[in-house]
């Protein structure tokens, strides 16, 4: 297939790129590049150093003989750029990775959260937009989040996008019918994401738009098997306070002798999934499109779930070091429970990389490796979810004081 990876240039963005052209797809990225001016922004860097993209895929091609064609192009911006380059190549498929994907940037300030709305919604709708005015037949695979669901307990698995309920009618009777699992964002973000599917559930059913929605959890990890061929091909890990997820963060954490900040209690449960799953749920949701004229697919895309705090304490184990008790920046619940189902892409072939299996690696591999790339100051989340919160934040050289050791 001719595939077009928007964003292909970011952390799940880049690795898909690879994995698909090495299955044997043409692959053209298009992308604003904007992720590495946000570094510039932010004033940090990825932990493991970044080529441009141009010499990136130079590397793959002279490894593997395959190009990836990358298009600067800004989705959200220049909607006629994108809408003649869709015309000109017409891909069979596209894989949309372009939007603004972490929380607490989305929560930095005003300018922070209209940026975010302003570039996720925006992009979202011009490439659907786009394919209805060409006739554009193309499977749209999305990269969307388990946080349209929110974190709420409701002492019930999520099913993969779609809750049966019974309406009771003006006459008595109970009817079934499936509806969008309820949205319940919580943040800017979150909230573009759920934007995200009320425009695909629109222009699925106006228009015949084939598009897969996966409803992603946090990804940790940072080699695929494509990424490891060599040491310029390697992935973004990204580990401060705005873009570094859980996970990732407490790896380089427990690699520097920097104590693992768990925010509030640690109770929060998050979904999650490793990289290399990432890539390969993206390609077998390429390989199982819906029909025309069909409903929007919805997969969660998640192969275990981990309350924050016993993530830290296993890494504490493994690695010696000592857990920081901090003050939550997020407006969230202490504590919640997360059933999730996923028996879609386990049925679909799935075979799931778990955290036992996998995490020692990526402490040896990459975290201990680059730990001298890291600047200290930037590892605590200081970005907070509202002006109270904010207030109740106090500020050392390193970032957020903390409240306890243990």
Sequence with gaps: MKIAVLGGDGFVG???SLHLSDAGHEIHILDNLSRRWIDTELGVQSLTPMD???ERTRIWHAETGRRIHFHLIDLAKDYELLKGWLSRNRPDAIVHFAEQRAAPYSMKSDRHKNYT???NVNA???LLNALVELDLDAHLVHLGTMGVYGYSTVGAAIPEGYLPV???????????????YPSNPGSIYHMTKCLDQQLFQFYAKNDGLRITDLHQGIVWGTHTEQTRRHAQLINRFDYDGDYGTVLNR????AAIGYPLTVHGTGGQTRAFIHIQDSVRCIEIALNNPPARSSRVEIFNQMTETHRVRALAEM??????????WLPNPRKEAPENELVVKNEKFLGLGLEPTTLGEGLLGEIVDVAKK???RVDRSRVPAVSAWTRDIAAKVEHDPEGVRLKSVS
């Design 370 to 372: 680059y730990a001298y």
């Design 166 to 180: 019974g309406i009771e009618t003006a006459d008595g009777r109970t009817v079934s019918q499936e509806i969008l």
């Design 124 to 126: 979202t709708h011009n």
């Design 14 to 16: 880049w690795p898909t």
């Design 52 to 54: 441009s993209i141009q």
């Design 117 to 119: 709305v302003s570039n």
């Design 315 to 324: 890494i504490a184990r493994m690695s010696g070091s000592k857990i920081a």
């Design 250 to 253: 407490f790896l380089i954490q």
